[in-house]
């Protein structure tokens, strides 16, 4: 994610709006990568190659929420967390002064045709917010003044003021046409002293799962923290994209910025001072348990990142996440750094060395897979190589790996990648023979599909390019 919309390949040093990078730009699950490799196909739309049964499509399933399990970290890894999220920005600009809204918080959504999946999805995330953070929230007229405006609009708009960008949260604006014609430096953060009015502006043309990414995430970020630390696991405030909605750390790191003992001005020592009683009695049991101290993160290892996930030739994203794998070699890491440069080096080396990519998505495996934490990137990881395992027909081991991470997948409300594990494992339970249970998993997966992917077109060439890869 970079930090500058108008200037997203060079942040300043005072950047004015927080964007969210497009999950397509590094990619949910760059199968196309794979396709490279499976048989060639005719020359037909990848719709006309999808099975017969999704001319038709079920209705788009959505998921009903869960139990969020509880923040297992210790009060002090915390308190570390807090800080180094609530005073700095993600290009390392610090932030002299803690900054939150004061007061009752408003919201409105605007825009010229608002997409009908933002209504239950806002909703339900600000009902969690006010159980889980203690943030009440109250949505009020489209017309009248807010604290928080969320505006949605053409994703080409957005892209042409701030590109390879999927949603902004802007301070002291209220709408598109203001930040269009805001300067910087009243755009910037660390000109804020309190917050009392912003505006996310949001794409109202992608798909659903899309659209409520950017609510957690943009309204997270409106709300509290700014920086993004690639260290934390199971976090939003982190660049890697793996986590599609807030978590319990988030809810908590969100309740300790709203904690009374707290409020805007307050210097880094000041509020440190004041994070160990508020943690122990927002968070007991932090005081039962200890959590290792995570090294800093080098600058070098987060620009090889960044490089690797971005939208250049694969060589050279390629060659960038070989030197993150390497400054983490270096580093002794075995931590979500490690894994996620296993991860990204395993992904750029599908299209051109095959037995690269087996080991290194084996060794992000095997990272992920160690700490529970990280199921829900070990699910991301699986997914490569259930799709690698079909395309070299090893029908049995495409089924068993997809199969293992659906829960997970589930679990982290990813329809995107549920939809894609669950046509993975059908694609390989046809190949098997098992045709009656390919096609009941294959029907039931479509409904998760339309949340994740939306359109039906692109519902059926993701069902086509799947299909695609087994021999």
């Not at 999950?23 to 196309?32: E, N, V």
């Not at 296993?342 to 080991?359: M, Y």
């Not at 023979?433 to 409904?447: H, P, W």
């Amino acid at each position: 994610m970079t930090t500058d919309p108008l200037a997203a390949s060079a942040p300043p040093r005072t950047a004015p709006a927080k964007p969210r990078v497009f999950r397509s730009a590094f990619g949910l699950l760059s199968l196309s990568l794979l396709a490279a490799c499976a048989t060639a196909l005719p020359d037909q739309p990848p719709s006309a190659r999808a099975p017969a049964m999704m001319l038709d499509l079920p209705p788009m399933k959505v998921f009903s929420g869960s139990t969020p399990r509880q923040t297992a970290r210790s009060n002090a890894s915390l308190a570390r967390d807090f800080l180094d999220l609530s005073f700095a920005l993600e290009n390392g600009t610090p932030l002299v002064q803690m900054t939150r809204f004061e007061g009752p918080i408003t919201l409105r959504v605007t825009g010229a045709r608002p997409p009908i999946s933002l209504g239950p999805d806002l909703t339900a995330l600000l009902r969690r917010l006010d159980q889980e953070a203690g943030v009440k929230i109250t949505r009020v007229s489209a017309n009248g003044p807010a604290s928080i405006t969320i505006e949605t609009l053409p994703h080409g708009e957005l892209a042409r003021r701030a590109p390879n960008t999927a949603c902004i949260v802007a301070p002291n604006v209220s709408d598109w046409t203001e930040f269009k014609r805001a300067r910087r430096q009243n755009l910037s953060w660390t000109q804020v002293d309190t917050r009392t009015r912003l505006a996310i502006f949001i794409p109202d043309d992608v798909a659903p799962q899309e659209i409520r990414d950017c609510l957690h995430e943009e309204l997270a970020q409106a709300l509290g923290p700014l920086n993004d630390l690639y260290r934390l696991a199971d976090s939003v405030y982190n660049d890697d994209n793996i986590h599609s909605v807030l978590t319990p750390f988030d809810m908590l790191m969100l309740k300790v910025t709203y904690a009374p003992e707290l409020h805007s001005g307050m210097t880094r020592a000041e509020v440190a001072a004041r994070l160990p009683a508020i943690l122990k009695r927002l968070h007991p049991v932090g005081e039962t348990v200890q959590t290792p101290i995570q090294s800093p993160t080098p600058r070098a290892w987060t620009d090889h990142v960044i490089d690797a996930m971005s939208a250049g030739p694969i060589p050279a994203r390629k060659s960038a996440a070989e030197s993150a794998v390497a400054i983490a070699r270096a580093q002794g890491w075995d931590d979500t750094r490690a894994g996620f440069s296993w991860f990204l080096l395993g992904r750029l080396a599908l299209s051109s060395d095959r037995a690269l990519a087996h080991s290194a998505l084996a060794q992000a495996a095997k990272i992920y897979g160690a700490h529970p934490e990280t199921r829900f990137h070990a699910a991301h990881v699986a997914m490569q190589l259930s799709a690698l395992a079909l395309a070299e027909g090893q029908d049995q081991a495409a089924y068993e790996i997809a199969a293992r991470a659906i829960p997970a997948a589930t679990e982290a409300e990813n329809a995107a990648l549920l939809a894609s594990l669950m046509l993975t494992e059908a694609e390989a339970l046809d190949a098997m023979g098992r045709s009656g249970d390919a096609r009941a998993l294959r029907l039931d997966s479509l409904g998760w599909a339309r949340y994740g992917f939306g359109s039906d077109a692109m519902v059926r060439a993701r069902a086509a390019e799947i299909a695609a890869l087994a021999p």
